[in-house]
């Protein structure tokens, strides 16, 4: 009798394992039975029961799950080449046709690939490539030293945004039956192709180039500018000095003349030492070793050159 409740005992906790599964929360399961869908999807978390050995529990997830697309070099419209890399966010909003139509998350992302690199594709094919780089018609920034009517943008239809709005809404149509929805699709990175960058590099220190010329002829400008300022100034400087050197020079003179007048009308003494002074300075000034004069003997030039007797 033991020898027969051990097995039954093993055969029906065995029933039960295989007959009893788990749900968890971010999680959504379809029952098969020899492959094919039976009964609802079950969305709720739980214990859940299913017939053993026939039946199979299929996961899939119920958050929100990620596409990562691959770098690839598209054409614009106006024949540009740029390297344009999207994500996008997708989820599974019916777990049944998504098991009929792609089976598992493998299968799905290969849809996600033909599909969203084809609506980007169709869609940078579609516009030029100031509207795929730019989002609105938005104001330049004012650089100092460029005129403003230099940097006035090109004026878009549409921008990066509104194409990125159409990526999105062409996909989700044509995901609608395949029990999937794509949430959001994001560019994750645009860049030029090798020979367009070196081009917008060229062109970018032309600008560059152009711009420290103007700042360097308008310093230029300003320095000559700013020299001759310096220049009017210093000779007004030096003008304004003489003037005053003079000034000074003629009332020191005249205050000078003045007191020698008033010392020589003093006394006869005074007047004769002065007398002797200015001579005193003119011989100094007249006579040297080489220079010979020629005198009377009466001149007053001649006078205190005489004898100390006055002979």
Same mark, same amino acid.
Do not use: C
């Given at each position: 009798m033991?020898?027969?409740?051990i097995?039954?005992?093993?055969?029906?906790?065995?029933?039960?394992?295989t /007959?009893?599964?788990v749900?968890n929360?971010p999680e959504?399961?379809i029952?098969?039975q020899?492959?094919?869908?039976?009964?609802?999807p079950v969305?709720t978390?739980?214990?859940k029961?299913?017939?053993p050995?026939i039946?199979k529990?299929?996961?899939?997830? %119920?958050?929100?799950?990620?596409w990562?697309?691959?770098p690839?070099?598209?054409?614009t419209?106006?024949?540009?080449?740029?390297?344009?890399n999207?994500?996008a966010?997708?989820?599974?909003?019916?777990?049944?046709?998504f098991?009929?139509?792609?089976?598992?998350?493998?299968?799905?992302?290969?849809r996600l690939d033909?599909?969203?690199?084809?609506?980007?594709r169709?869609?940078?094919?579609s516009y030029?490539?100031v509207?795929v780089v730019r989002?609105s018609?938005?104001?330049?920034?004012q650089t100092e030293?460029v005129? /403003?009517?230099e940097t006035?943008?090109v004026?878009?239809g549409?921008g990066?945004?509104a194409?990125r709005?159409?990526?999105?809404a062409?996909s989700?149509?044509r995901?609608a039956?395949?029990g999937i929805e794509?949430l959001?699709v994001e560019? %994750?990175?645009?860049?030029?192709v090798?020979?367009v960058?070196?081009?917008?590099?060229?062109?970018?220190? /032309?600008?560059r180039?152009?711009?420290?010329?103007?700042?360097r002829s308008?310093g230029?400008?300003q320095?000559f500018r700013?020299?001759g300022?310096?220049?009017r100034e210093?000779?007004?400087?030096r /003008?304004e000095?003489?003037?005053k050197?003079?000034?000074i020079k003629?009332k020191?003179?005249a205050?000078?003349?003045?007191?020698y007048a008033s010392?020589?009308?003093?006394?006869?003494d005074?007047?004769d030492f002065?007398?002797?002074m200015m001579?005193m300075?003119?011989?100094?000034?007249t006579?040297?070793?080489?220079s010979?004069l020629?005198?009377s003997?009466?001149?007053?030039?001649?006078?205190?050159l005489?004898s100390?007797?006055g002979?």
């Amino acid at each position: 009798m033991n020898r027969l409740i051990i097995p039954l005992v093993v055969l029906v906790a065995l029933l039960l394992l295989t /007959s009893v599964y788990v749900v968890n929360e971010p999680e959504q399961v379809i029952v098969t039975q020899f492959g094919k869908p039976v009964g609802d999807p079950v969305l709720t978390p739980g214990l859940k029961f299913k017939l053993p050995f026939i039946q199979k529990v299929h996961r899939f997830e %119920k958050r929100f799950l990620e596409w990562d697309g691959d770098p690839n070099q598209l054409p614009t419209r106006d024949k540009r080449f740029i390297w344009v890399n999207m994500y996008a966010r997708w989820r599974i909003t019916d777990p049944l046709l998504f098991f009929q139509r792609l089976r598992d998350e493998r299968g799905a992302q290969t849809r996600l690939d033909d599909i969203l690199d084809g609506e980007v594709r169709n869609a940078i094919a579609s516009y030029n490539l100031v509207q795929v780089v730019r989002t609105s018609n938005r104001t330049p920034a004012q650089t100092e030293g460029v005129a /403003s009517d230099e940097t006035i943008l090109v004026e878009i239809g549409k921008g990066r945004t509104a194409i990125r709005d159409e990526i999105l809404a062409n996909s989700q149509a044509r995901t609608a039956d395949l029990g999937i929805e794509i949430l959001d699709v994001e560019f %994750k990175r645009i860049n030029y192709v090798a020979e367009v960058q070196r081009k917008v590099y060229e062109r970018m220190i /032309s600008e560059r180039q152009r711009i420290a010329d103007r700042f360097r002829s308008e310093g230029m400008g300003q320095a000559f500018r700013i020299r001759g300022e310096k220049d009017r100034e210093l000779l007004r400087i030096r /003008s304004e000095a003489y003037r005053k050197a003079q000034e000074i020079k003629g009332k020191a003179d005249a205050e000078a003349t003045g007191i020698y007048a008033s010392a020589y009308n003093k006394s006869v003494d005074t007047r004769d030492f002065y007398e002797f002074m200015m001579t005193m300075t003119a011989y100094k000034t007249t006579l040297d070793a080489e220079s010979s004069l020629v005198l009377s003997t009466d001149a007053d030039f001649y006078k205190y050159l005489k004898s100390g007797d006055g002979k």
